[in-house]
């Protein structure tokens, strides 16, 4: 458990940088974000109800990791896997630079974030092996 506490630790890290890497480089990752909000919001009649629909998404969404954590066991190694894989959907950044032949904000950030997912993955399968030192709460 403690190999996946330090990984964790590490991604609250990477991720501050990450964020700081792309507010000083460049805002590129907002403008994609954008659209395919415009996408979602196209599926809807009235913006108000798809902004509080996807606000409530958001909510139930962290309020279940939460939750995860709390009972710890076999979710809480749900919700760190879970975290393992956005951390390694941080590759998109190298990908991106590869295909446009330039630095791209948050590609340094984001190689090192997909580095630090393989490894919080890892001590995740590895824990995961290891039931007994699981207790539920």
Avoid: C, N
């Avoid at 700081?20 to 974000?33: H, P, V």
């Amino acid at each position: 458990m403690l190999s996946i506490q330090r990984w964790f630790r590490a991604v609250i890290v990477i991720a501050a940088l990450h964020m700081t890497e792309q507010l000083i480089l460049g805002l590129d990752e907002l403008y994609k974000i954008r659209r395919v909000l415009a996408h979602y919001y196209a599926w809807f009649h009235d913006a108000d109800f798809a902004t509080v629909l996807l606000v409530f998404i958001v909510v139930m969404l962290v309020l279940i990791l939460i939750y995860g954590v709390l009972v710890r066991g076999r979710p809480l190694l749900w919700v760190m896997g879970f975290f393992a894989v956005i951390s390694l959907t941080e590759v998109h950044h190298l990908i991106e630079g590869i295909f446009e032949r330039r630095y791209v904000p948050g590609l340094v950030t984001g190689v090192i974030w997909a580095g630090v997912g393989v490894m919080l993955g890892r001590a995740v399968l590895r824990q995961a092996k290891q039931p007994d030192d699981l207790p539920a709460s």
